[in-house]
């Protein structure tokens, strides 16, 4: 039973720039969410895909987009790239909105120059 | 909003020794209470989660409570390991069904031999 996986692993860009990561849910999961994780901190929620719409977003600038596609996988997008952008992203996945248990990938380590 | 509060750390350990990891949280509602763990360089990997009060979550001879009255859920092991060198993160999901998780800002688990 496959996990979650993300693609790439690690990724560097320059400010400005933008950036594309990608996600596959855990075999049966249709509800993707994306994280933000700050050296030393806790996971920051962006923002949450279920039926290929944003059902929730947290406290984070437009320049952070998304995107599911009808095989449940999802895209997280950021534009115009700020050195503070320099984070783990996390994508998680759990098979529906009214379940609460998140199942998390490996993460992508962006590092913005 | 609500929120979880960690103990700070690192908690350094001898092998064999009792874990205790203090977690509170501020919640309107009734959240399910989860901790995960990370491994140096790895995504978040569910550990255990309680979705009411008195309830306990248990895996790999880790456990924690849900206790309401004090709005806490710490996480204890009887006999560490090496191998459970980490970093520690209580979460809790959002009232009113966000598909949010709300993180602690970790504690970090040194195990010595």
């Known amino acids: 039973d496959a996990g979650v996986t993300q693609s790439p692993t690690h990724l560097i860009k320059t400010r400005g720039q933008q950036v594309t990561l990608r996600c596959s849910p855990k075999?049966?999961?249709?509800?993707v969410s994306w994280y933000q994780q700050a050296l030393g901190q806790g996971p920051q929620f962006i923002f949450q895909?279920?039926?290929?719409?944003?059902?929730q977003r947290g406290n984070f600038p437009d320049r952070f987009s998304g995107h599911q596609f009808p095989n449940y996988s999802s895209e997280l997008n950021v534009n115009a790239l700020l050195l503070g952008d320099s984070a783990l992203y996390l994508c998680?996945?759990?098979?529906?909105?009214?379940?609460?248990?998140?199942?998390f990938g490996p993460g992508t380590r962006l590092t913005v120059l | 909003g609500d929120s979880v509060t960690q103990m700070e750390g690192p908690v350094t350990l001898s092998e064999e020794a009792f874990l205790t990891i203090n977690c509170t949280y501020t919640?309107?509602?009734?959240?399910?209470l989860f901790w995960y763990v990370q491994y140096p360089g790895e995504g978040l990997q569910l550990l255990l989660k309680?979705?009411?009060?008195?309830d306990k979550g248990s895996n790999k001879g880790f456990e924690a409570t849900y206790r309401k009255e004090t709005t806490s859920f710490h996480l204890e092991k009887g006999s560490v390991q090496v191998s459970d060198s980490a970093v520690y993160f209580c979460?809790?999901?959002?009232?009113?069904?966000?598909?949010?998780?709300?993180f602690g800002q970790g504690t970090t688990l040194q195990v010595k031999p």
């Open positions: 075999s049966g999961h249709d509800t």
């Open positions: 919640a309107t509602g009734y959240p399910s």
């Open positions: 895909y279920y039926e290929e719409e944003e059902r």
């Open positions: 979460a809790l999901s959002e009232s009113g069904n966000t598909g949010k998780l709300i």
């Open positions: 998680a996945s759990s098979p529906g909105l009214a379940e609460d248990t998140q199942y």
């Open positions: 309680a979705t009411k009060a008195d």
